[in-house]
């Protein structure tokens, strides 16, 4: 990775992180943003429930309601683009799930990129990586973690 990759990555990372900052789920706070094939940031996203739906703390302290209401932070950032996704680049403060990755492969996003998750993390959603990395290898999007 050269200077520039570098400091983008250093920057993007971070700038998905102050995102997440702005999400209300109290055990995950998760945020992306989105950059074209020119580096120009297109969107940014993070997890929480939909607009208009009341993002209580019952709701979201009870896990089995909140992973059915909530959309991730991918999904938000790609709904929210003010610019092509063909080609775009990702940041995500976690890896994504299946579901994300779908629609990620969906919309055309060619480069995906995240920090190393933690122990915890990474034995937690082994399966859904797994099936992740899967289906971003067979599109041909480019995963890059460290």
Same mark, same amino acid.
């Given at each position: %990775?050269?200077?520039?990759?570098?400091?983008?990555?250093?920057?993007?990372? +971070?700038?998905?992180?102050?995102?997440?900052?702005?999400?209300?789920?109290? #055990? #995950?706070?998760?945020?992306?943003?989105?950059?074209?094939?020119?580096?120009?940031?297109?969107?940014?996203?993070?997890?929480?429930?939909?607009?208009?739906? +009341?993002?209580?703390?019952?709701?979201?302290?009870?896990?089995?309601?909140?992973?059915?209401?909530?959309?991730?932070? +991918?999904?938000?950032?790609?709904?929210?683009?003010?610019?092509?996704?063909?080609?775009?680049?990702?940041?995500?403060?976690?890896?994504?799930?299946?579901?994300?990755?779908?629609?990620?492969?969906?919309?055309?996003?060619?480069? !995906?990129?995240?920090?190393?998750?933690?122990?915890?993390?990474?034995?937690?959603?082994?399966?859904?990586?797994?099936?992740? %990395?899967?289906?971003?290898?067979?599109?041909? !999007?480019?995963?890059?973690?460290?």
């Amino acid at each position: %990775m050269n200077f520039e990759e570098q400091r983008l990555w250093d920057w993007a990372v +971070e700038m998905a992180r102050h995102v997440a900052k702005l999400s209300k789920d109290p #055990s #995950s706070q998760v945020g992306a943003v989105i950059f074209d094939d020119k580096r120009r940031l297109v969107s940014a996203g993070y997890n929480g429930l939909p607009r208009g739906v +009341e993002d209580s703390p019952a709701r979201l302290q009870n896990r089995d309601i909140k992973y059915k209401m909530i959309l991730h932070a +991918e999904c938000n950032a790609m709904a929210f683009a003010t610019g092509k996704l063909e080609g775009a680049t990702l940041f995500c403060t976690h890896p994504c799930c299946t579901q994300c990755a779908a629609q990620i492969i969906q919309m055309g996003i060619k480069h !995906v990129c995240w920090p190393t998750p933690d122990r915890e993390f990474a034995e937690r959603w082994a399966c859904d990586m797994k099936l992740s %990395m899967e289906m971003f290898t067979e599109a041909q !999007v480019s995963v890059h973690v460290r």
